[in-house]
């Protein structure tokens, strides 16, 4: 799913506001007819705005207009003309420091795009003159084409998104001292186990119930000096925190390179060395993975239901007799067939829930 599309399922009560108040940048881009007041669809409608330079090139237009009043003047130029507009705020708040002006009379730049065949000098002035400005900003024009402006747009979806992502993923206390941290964010307690991430496009940040069931799981089987192997490891999220609970070693699979991209950069964030911590990408073919046969005395696999069915047998191969396991990633109402299909493989079945969400564990069978 591409960054566009991606910005595009969010709730819109929550983009709005990101649209409007995100830093560096904030983006609007105006729809057909214009609206009168700024809305998601509008913002983040690519329908019309697109399609007007998919042939042709475009105005960009380099405004300067007060900055108290940067917010209704570029909802008016989208009113009167302009395809798009973006202000960069760190710029002129750099600029603020450096010649010591004040705030409320400083200008800031917006940067404009308009159809090349628009009236720009008119536009502005109709934009300025119905938010009551008494001079008409100063504006620069330069002729784009189309792939710059596709770009530029692109830079700032991509950048909306990181704030969006930034802003929705907060510290997650999953038990008494044990809390996950966006690398962004200090913990909330110092001297808890805190298991920084920065899960980029990889799943698992602490907020899912199976993640939690797991964490949860893996803190009860963890007593210090096991080697513990992640199947589908994500984020990292589990391999990294076993090593915390004290395990010797962990192992992460997964079948995506960005998940092992991503769980090398948060074992990284955690100070935990690449010998500590194996990462594998599961190869797309037959061959077998790089991985010791019956090494491992804990395994968890939080993946979806079709592989936890078909590879049972092969993520118990990796477990050593009398290995602890857990398995997730499933539903309550699935729990059946899971159960059916693994309860040859194991011993001393339990299941833990959140929610719909389930966490099985047993003992892998000595015979």
């Avoid at 910005?7 to 983009?15: Q, R, W």
């Avoid at 979806?157 to 510290?171: A, D, G, K, R, Y």
Wanted: hydrophobic share 40%; charged share 20%; aromatic share 6%.
């Amino acid at each position: 799913m591409s960054a566009w599309q991606f910005i595009k399922h969010f709730p819109c009560t929550n983009l709005s506001r990101h649209i409007l108040r995100v830093k560096p940048r904030r983006c609007f881009t105006s729809s057909t007819p214009p609206p009168s007041s700024f809305s998601v669809t509008a913002c983040l409608s690519t329908s019309s705005s697109s399609e007007s330079f998919a042939d042709a090139p475009y105005l960009s237009v380099r405004i300067h207009c007060p900055k108290h009043v940067v917010d209704p003047f570029s909802e008016a130029l989208l009113c009167f003309g302009a395809s798009s507009v973006a202000v960069d705020e760190d710029d002129e708040e750099d600029e603020d420091v450096t010649s010591g002006s004040s705030l409320a009379s400083k200008e800031i730049c917006i940067e404009s795009i308009f159809p090349v065949n628009e009236e720009v000098k008119m536009c502005i002035s109709q934009a300025a003159n119905s938010i009551g400005l008494k001079e008409i900003p100063k504006f620069k024009v330069e002729l784009g084409d189309e792939q710059d402006w596709v770009t530029k747009n692109q830079r700032a979806c991509i950048t909306l998104l990181v704030h969006v992502l930034q802003e929705s993923f907060q510290p997650v206390e999953i038990a008494e001292r044990l809390w996950i941290v966006p690398e962004w964010i200090s913990p909330p307690v110092a001297e808890g186990v805190n298991i920084i991430l920065n899960p980029g496009l990889a799943f698992g940040t602490g907020e899912h119930p199976t993640t939690k069931l797991c964490l949860l799981l893996l803190q009860s089987l963890i007593k210090g000096g096991e080697a513990f192997l992640d199947y589908g490891t994500g984020s990292g999220i589990l391999a990294i925190a076993a090593l915390k609970f004290g395990a010797a070693s962990s192992a992460g699979v997964d079948i995506d390179p960005l998940a092992i991209k991503s769980a090398s950069h948060n074992a990284a964030l955690n100070n935990i060395p690449p010998e500590k911590l194996e990462l594998h990408l599961a190869p797309s073919d037959n061959r077998e993975m790089q991985l010791g046969k019956e090494q491992f005395d804990v395994i968890i696999a939080n993946i979806l239901l079709n592989p936890v069915m078909e590879l049972a047998d092969h993520i118990l191969s990796f477990a050593k007799p009398g290995a602890a396991i857990g398995i997730s990633g499933i539903l309550s109402e699935q729990l059946p067939n899971v159960k059916e299909r693994y309860s040859p493989l194991l011993e001393d079945i339990s299941v833990a829930t959140i929610g719909d969400w389930v966490c099985m564990s047993g003992t892998k069978k000595r015979s």
